[in-house]
T-cell receptor, first 115, second 115 residues
Framework: SAVISQKPSRDICQRGTSLTIQCQVDSQVTMMFWYRQQPGQSLTLIATANQGSEATYESGFVIDKFPISRPNLTFSTLTVSNMSPEDSSIYLC????????????FGPGTRLLVL | AQSVTQPDIHITVSEGASLELRCNYSYGATPYLFWYVQSPGQGLQLLLKYFSGDTLVQGIKGFEAEFKRSQSSFNLRKPSVHWSDAAEYFCAVGLSNFGNEKLTFGTGTRLTIIP
């Protein structure tokens, strides 16, 4: 399995501010994804992070609110912009290795609380 | 669009008892199927996956799952649960569409183990 780390593991932020979450994978992967897990809910895909090009966003998520970067094959960032209490969630990064068909491995998540 | 249903929101079993968590999917073809586990405060860990072939798949921690095409089900089983199995369990369906791969998650089943 791929080893995926995320920073920060948790944060408490004030409304109106922005937070950037980092995701690092231990080996080269083809696909990286960002998910949101709202309190007591399941996971919802925010976007697919594409290397060297703009991320592909799911319905209901926009680049202005969740800008994503992926400068190389093993690293991606998600920024939660202009935060409100409704953004309080767990944000998870996942990745798929080239050698493993369709399997996504997940990072430990970033627990965000917006006051 | 594909969907995943986990009909049991919360299940309580005694330690040592057998376990079955239900998962039904809706998809026009045979999807890729996964079970993940999320322990409190943790990210998601892959338990097992099904792509094709033998419909009974073995996973980590003594779990297994059986794909039943006729019932559109992929139920997770364990013959004897341990207190450490207490967690949230998510069934997921993978869709590969010209390389734009996505996972759709069920709403999760929370497992409580009693002594």
């Amino acid at each position: 399995s791929a080893v995926i780390s995320q920073k920060p593991s948790r944060d408490i932020c004030q409304r109106g501010t922005s937070l950037t979450i980092q995701c690092q994978v231990d080996s080269q992967v083809t696909m990286m994804f960002w998910y949101r897990q709202q309190p007591g809910q399941s996971l919802t895909l925010i976007a697919t992070a594409n290397q060297g090009s703009e991320a592909t966003y799911e319905s209901g998520f926009v680049i202005d609110k969740f800008p994503i970067s992926r400068p190389n094959l093993t690293f991606s960032t998600l920024t939660v912009s202009n935060m409100s209490p409704e953004d309080s969630s767990i944000y998870l990064c996942s990745a798929r290795r080239t050698s493993e068909q369709e399997t996504q491995y997940f990072g430990p998540g970033t627990r965000l609380l917006v006051l | 669009a594909q969907s995943v249903t986990q009909p049991d929101i919360h299940i309580t079993v005694s330690e040592g008892a057998s376990l079955e968590l239900r998962c039904n999917y809706s998809y026009g073809a045979t999807p890729y199927l996964f079970w993940y586990v999320q322990s409190p405060g943790q990210g998601l860990q892959l338990l097992l996956k099904y792509f094709s072939g033998d419909t009974l798949v073995q996973g980590i921690k003594g779990f297994e799952a059986e794909f039943k095409r006729s019932q559109s089900s992929f139920n997770l089983r364990k013959p004897s649960v341990h207190w450490s199995d207490a967690a949230e369990y998510f069934c997921a369906v993978g869709l590969s569409n010209f390389g734009n791969e996505k996972l759709t998650f069920g709403t999760g089943t929370r497992l409580t183990i009693i002594p």
